[in-house]
């Protein structure tokens, strides 16, 4: 078994008891395979998946780490793709048992225009779905969005919610709209003939902010606050508290949905489910220095720095400069009113509907996920230690 994974009864039973010397028959397909959950995901199921054939790695820009996979029992393929385009999603897809989609276009500082936004989130994901039905793949697991739900534009607290926790999701932002429209197409599908006339089995997974190894955002603030001679300032409230899930128990649950689908699509077809672990509730600035000061950063302030009122004031001014300005230059500044009303608004999560349903347990607990994210940010060029 790859990387010797410790199996719970409901694997076993999943596996039909079957020894280790059983051939592995199972062909997965991770669009946005080469992105920071992607990668996650790719590496876990190399590891925790003993009943794979081919991993299929389908991204716009495939990375240079592939090819060390590609040394290993499991056939590891890579497929440079656009998620836009159907005819390549079709051929990438063809043969596949399993589509973990991951593809998307995660864009809240308006850097992509709204049209593109739409185009790969909506309708990449509905050529992931015609694909499936093109060429008879069955399951269908799809990376959501906690901002599929909120915070919504009015800032309205998601306090400790689950996935049947009213609340009024209002949207404006372009990023948001896509991935609640994207996931609608999903559970939509559920139960549409492919071909052969079997049922297609979806399941959409909404992450709360993901940190750990890779992070991009997590990376940004790290060197803006080298920059600033290992200060940054606060511009959050303390008492605003975000729900946070470390990646590998992302990419973990994801693999637990792609296992247990097949046996349990009558309760998990169509479902939606919130990634959670043992992270603490803290403000994002707060959480993010549980990293960034063992490696040299401290964060200035017992309370923002700026007023609320100004802060609005220049995120207003900020969105304003960049409407001016795209035709000439792209200005993408990390505050505009979305990133304020995100980063102001309690969004927490508090659920056990995927341990219910597919017994999902976080696979890292929070000091470990604490120590690799660490680690990992000391390990970059320019360490402030």
Avoid at 81 to 90: I, L, M, R, S
Avoid at 229 to 244: K, M, Q
Wanted: net charge neutral; with cysteine.
């Amino acid at each position: 078994v790859n990387g010797g994974p410790v199996c719970a009864p409901w694997d076993l039973l999943q596996l039909g008891m079957a020894d280790s010397a059983q051939v592995p028959t199972l062909v997965y397909l991770v669009t946005g395979g080469c992105g920071f959950l992607g990668e996650h995901i790719v590496r876990m199921l190399l590891e925790r998946e003993p009943r794979l054939r081919e991993l299929r790695v389908f991204d716009l820009h495939l990375s240079s780490w592939l090819e060390e996979l590609k040394a290993g029992p499991v056939q590891v393929t890579a497929i440079q793709g656009d998620v836009t385009q159907a005819h390549e999603v079709a051929a990438a897809m063809s043969g596949s048992h399993v589509v973990i989609h991951t593809a998307g276009l995660v864009d809240v500082f308006g850097k992509a225009s709204p049209k593109t936004i739409h185009k790969v989130n909506v309708q990449g994901t509905q050529n992931v779905i015609d694909a499936c039905v093109q060429t008879g793949t069955q399951y269908l697991v799809y990376t959501s969005s906690m901002e599929v739900v909120g915070p919504n534009i009015k800032g309205h607290p998601f306090y400790r919610g689950n996935e049947d926790t009213p609340y009024e999701a209002v949207h404006s932002h372009p990023y948001p709209c896509s991935k609640a429209l994207a996931e609608q197409l999903v559970l939509e599908a559920n139960g549409r003939k492919v071909n052969g006339g079997l049922p297609l089995v979806t399941c959409a997974l909404r992450p709360t902010g993901i940190y750990g190894e890779g992070h991009q955002v997590m990376r940004d603030f790290y060197y803006q606050g080298l920059r600033f001679g290992g200060r940054l300032f606060r511009a959050v409230p303390a008492s605003v508290e975000h729900g946070r899930v470390y990646v590998g128990n992302v990419a973990w649950m994801h693999i637990l949905v792609a296992r247990e689908l097949e046996q349990r699509a009558a309760l998990m077809g169509g479902q939606v489910y919130f990634c959670y672990d043992k992270s603490p509730y803290k403000s994002y600035e707060d959480f993010n220095m549980e990293f960034l000061s063992p490696c040299g950063l401290r964060l200035i302030g017992a309370h923002p720095l700026l007023p609320y009122w100004l802060l609005v004031l220049l995120a207003t001014l900020n969105a304003l400069l960049q409407w001016l300005l795209r035709p000439l230059v792209l200005y993408t500044p990390l505050l505009n009113p979305y990133t304020l009303a995100m980063a102001n608004t309690t969004f927490t999560v508090s659920t056990n509907k995927a341990q219910r349903h597919f017994g999902y347990k976080p696979l890292f607990s929070w000091e470990e996920s604490r120590t690799r994210t660490i680690q990992w940010v000391q390990a970059m060029e320019g360490s402030a230690r």
